[in-house]
């Protein structure tokens, strides 16, 4: 094979991908069609199931493609030198920007939420995301090293709560502008959320 044909080929399965992670996250995986992916990508129905066997495949490849996605952006963050309070102020702050950024990953995994990670639970993500884990846990055992962050605090439970407030602030922001009416603007309050859920995070850590 060629590297024209093999550059062909890649462009293609991204487009598929692309206009599949559209149609996905706004209908969920029973409600998309692969019809409307083809209509929409404007590739042939067949050339689809050619580079995916079947519907449940091509959404379980857009999974993986989402998920390498956030792990690309977060990995980004892994050579930067800095103290261990500057690394978890990026982090949060890259959190906030890459969800902003991207919808339709915060709508993949609220459908998979929903149907109790059928899908999800069928793939290994841990080449993926084990890295990212293990390098947020590393920086806040450093920052106990230094003395930076207190040293009776469980990792995992700061971990898990850097990406729930990140999360939360997307998945649940329609219910949540309705509930807080003329109280929050979740466009211009943005910076000052980040703001806020970095201080909390931070004052419950730091010595």
């Known amino acids: 094979m060629s590297e024209e044909i093999r550059r062909e080929e890649n462009k293609t399965r991204e487009i598929i991908l692309k206009t599949a992670e559209e149609e996905f996250a706004n209908k969920g995986f029973y409600g998309a069609r692969v019809d409307e992916i083809a209509r929409n ?112 605090f469980n990792e995992d439970q700061v971990i898990l709560s850097i990406l729930t407030f990140t999360f939360s602030y997307f998945s649940n922001r329609y219910t949540l502008s309705n509930l807080l009416k003329g109280k929050v603007d979740f466009e211009k309050d943005y910076d000052e959320r980040i703001a806020f859920v970095t201080d909390m995070i931070l004052k419950t850590i730091k010595n």
Do not use: C
């Open 41 to 152: 990508s404007t590739i042939n129905k067949r050339i689809i199931y050619q580079n995916f066997n079947s519907k449940e495949q091509l959404y379980k490849e857009v999974l993986i493609h989402a998920y390498t996605k956030m792990a690309k952006a977060e990995s980004e963050l892994f050579t930067v030198q800095e103290n261990a309070t500057q690394t978890i102020k990026n982090l949060i702050r890259m959190y906030f920007d890459y969800l902003k950024s991207n919808p339709t990953y915060v709508s993949l995994i609220l459908w998979e939420n929903l149907h109790k990670g059928l899908y999800v639970n069928d793939l290994d993500f841990s080449n993926i995301k084990n890295k990212v884990y293990d390098f947020i846990y590393k920086v806040l055992q450093a920052g106990k090293k230094t003395g930076e962050f207190r040293g009776d």
